[in-house]
C-alpha cells in the first residue's frame, strides 16, 4: 500500500468530526474543480461572515496549510442541513445540492443588498455549476406543445432498463430479470447478503484502492459474493456507460396511463411525448446517479449497486467534457456507508499559454482523497473500483466542460501564484501563516515529548501531564503529525 501524507501528493485531507464523509467528499471534488476554487480564492470577501467566506477559509486551508489534514468544524456546522443529523451518515448529493443552492441565494441576496455595484447578474454558482434545461411536451392527441425552462445544477440520471441499451428485440425476460431489476427485487438470497439494514463497515473499502491497479485476479475473490454481481458479469457487455444515462435522460419519454398530461387544448388528459434538452450547458456539469430506491420492507433507501462506466471524456451535443471528479458510495443504503473521492484538476483547454502548460501538466494526476488521507491513483484505479469493490460505486460526478470561454483570467491579480491558483488576500494568508507556526510548534512539542519519555523510560521517571497534551480532535492518521510531518517543512510557502 502506498500511503503518502501531503508532503507527496501536496494536497491536505479532511479530519472526519463523526460521520463527515458525505461532506468531505462533496468538498474535496469542488476543491479539484479547479476554476471554481480560484474563483472562491479570488473572491474580495473581507469583513465578511458568509457561507462563501467560510468555504473560501476552508479552500485557503486546504491549498496552503502544512498540516497533512484539516478539521473543516466551522465549515460543517455553517453548511449542514438543518435536518441532517450530527454524526449520522447522510447523502453527499443532498448535501452538495443543499450546499449550492445556499451559496447563491446567499450571493443573490448580497447583490440585492448592494445593487448599484453589481454589473455581473449571475452568482458564482450559476456562472460555475449552473445550466438549463428545456422541457417539451406535445399533446400526442393535438400535436400542440408547450415548453419550459428550468435552471439547474446538478442532473440526477436514472438506471435505465436494459431494453434502452440494446435493441428493443433483444430485451428477453432473461436479461431484464438478471442485470438491472432494482436492488431491492434481488434473489431473496442475494438480498441477504447485502445485508441487514445497516451492516456496512468502512475498513476494508478503499485501503487497497491505490495499490496495484493491475489485478484482475481478484475477481476470482469476488465471484460468489454475491448473485447479483455475478450476473452481472455474465451480461458484462450490457455495462451502461454515464453516456447511456444521459442519453436515457434526455430520451422522448411518453406520458400516458395514470402519467397522462392534461393538455389545454384538448381540455382533458391525453397521452403525450415529453423530451428534455440542455439548452444552458455549465462549466461543470454536475451527475448524480440515482442508486437509491426505498425498500418499504426494511425503512431504507437501497442502493442499486450495478457497475456505470466513466467515459473520461463525455461527449454532449455541442461541447466535450471531462472528467474532473468522481465520488464513491460504499456501502448498501445512503444511511450507511462510507464515502470518497477520485479527482484530479482539469481546467478549460484555452489556448496555450504558460498558465495552460501547468494546467494539463496537473491534470494527468489523480488523486484519492479518503477522509484524513489523500494518495495518489490512476484513473484505472477509478475505473476499477466497482468490479474490484462490488459496494464500492461512483455516484456524484463532475464534468469540466472542455472551452475557455469562462476560464479564469490569470492576468486579473497581482501577487504570489502558487500552483495557478491565486494569491490570497492578507487576512486570510496571515491566519494560514499563524497556523502553520502553530502546527511548527506542536511539532516541536511533539518531538521533545517523545525525547522525553524515550529519556524517562531508560531512566525508569515518568513526567507527568505529558500525555494529555495529545489535541483530542486530532484522532486518525493526522494526528500527532508523526509520519511524513517534518518533511513537509521544506514546502513553506510564505
Ligand atoms: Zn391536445
Request: glycine share 6%; charged share 20%; aromatic share 8%.
Amino acid at each position: 500500500m502506498r500511503l503518502s501524507g501531503k508532503s507527496e501528493t501536496g494536497k491536505t485531507g479532511l479530519i472526519n468530526l463523526g460521520n463527515t464523509c458525505y461532506m468531505n467528499s462533496v468538498i474535496q471534488a469542488l476543491f479539484m474543480a479547479t476554476d471554481f476554487r480560484r474563483h472562491v480564492l479570488s473572491l474580495n470577501l473581507n469583513g465578511c461572515n458568509s457561507l462563501m467566506r467560510k468555504l473560501q477559509h476552508l479552500f485557503a486551508f486546504l491549498a496552503h496549510t502544512q498540516r497533512e489534514a484539516y478539521a473543516p468544524r466551522i465549515f460543517f456546522e455553517a453548511s449542514r442541513p438543518p435536518w441532517f443529523t450530527p454524526r449520522s451518515q447522510q447523502d453527499c448529493s443532498e448535501y452538495l445540492r443543499f450546499l449550492l443552492d445556499r451559496l447563491h441565494e446567499e450571493e443573490k441576496t448580497l447583490k440585492a443588498l448592494s445593487s448599484a455595484k453589481a454589473p455581473e447578474k449571475r452568482t458564482l454558482i450559476e456562472k460555475m455549476f449552473g445550466g438549463k434545461l428545456k422541457t417539451t411536451i406535445c399533446c400526442l392527441n393535438c400535436k400542440s406543445t408547450s415548453q419550459k425552462e428550468e435552471a439547474f445544477t446538478d442532473l440526477s440520471l436514472a438506471f435505465c432498463p436494459p431494453a434502452s441499451l440494446e435493441n428493443v428485440d433483444d430485451c428477453g425476460v432473461e436479461t431484464s430479470t438478471s442485470a438491472t431489476i432494482p436492488a431491492g427485487e434481488t434473489p431473496l438470497n442475494s438480498v441477504e447478503i447485502n445485508g441487514g439494514c445497516d451492516a456496512v463497515t468502512n475498513e476494508g473499502t478503499t485501503k487497497d484502492l491505490s495499490a496495484e491497479p493491475n489485478s484482475e485476479t481478484n475477481s476470482e475473490l469476488n465471484k460468489g459474493q454475491e448473485n447479483r454481481d455475478m450476473s452481472q458479469r455474465l451480461v458484462g457487455k450490457n455495462t451502461p456507460s454515464v453516456t447511456d444515462l444521459l442519453n436515457y435522460f434526455l430520451a422522448p419519454e411518453i406520458l400516458s396511463g395514470d402519467n397522462k398530461y392534461y393538455c389545454e387544448k384538448c381540455a382533458s388528459l391525453q397521452n403525450a411525448e415529453k423530451t428534455m434538452q440542455i439548452i444552458e450547458e455549465p462549466e461543470y456539469l454536475i451527475l448524480t446517479l440515482l442508486r437509491f430506491s426505498y425498500d418499504p420492507k426494511c425503512h431504507i433507501r437501497r442502493k442499486i449497486l450495478d457497475n456505470v462506466s466513466l467515459p473520461l471524456v463525455l461527449e454532449l451535443p455541442l461541447v466535450p467534457y471531462t472528467l474532473s471528479s468522481v465520488v464513491v458510495h460504499s456501502g448498501v443504503s445512503s444511511e450507511s456507508g462510507h464515502y470518497y473521492s477520485y479527482a484530479r484538476n482539469v481546467t478549460g483547454s484555452g489556448p496555450s499559454g504558460l498558465q495552460n502548460e501547468l494546467d494539463a501538466e496537473m491534470s494527468k494526476e489523480w488523486f484519492l482523497f479518503n477522509d484524513s488521507r489523500v494518495t495518489f491513483t490512476s484513473f484505472q484505479s477509478v475505473q476499477k473500483i466497482t468490479s474490484r469493490f462490488p459496494k464500492d460505486t461512483a455516484y456524484v460526478l463532475f464534468y469540466k466542460k472542455q472551452n475557455n470561454t469562462c476560464g479564469f483570467n490569470t492576468n486579473s491579480a497581482n501577487g504570489l501564484w502558487v500552483n495557478g491558483d491565486p494569491p490570497l488576500q492578507k487576512d486570510l494568508m496571515d491566519a494560514i501563516t499563524k497556523d502553520n507556526k502553530l502546527y511548527l510548534q506542536e511539532q516541536e512539542l511533539s518531538a521533545r515529548t517523545q525525547a522525553l519519555q524515550a529519556a524517562s523510560a531508560s531512566c525508569s521517571f515518568r513526567p507527568n501531564g505529558f500525555d494529555d497534551n495529545d489535541p483530542p480532535g486530532s484522532c486518525g492518521p493526522a494526528g500527532g503529525g508523526g509520519g511524513g510531518g517534518f518533511s513537509t517543512v521544506g514546502r513553506l510557502v510564505f
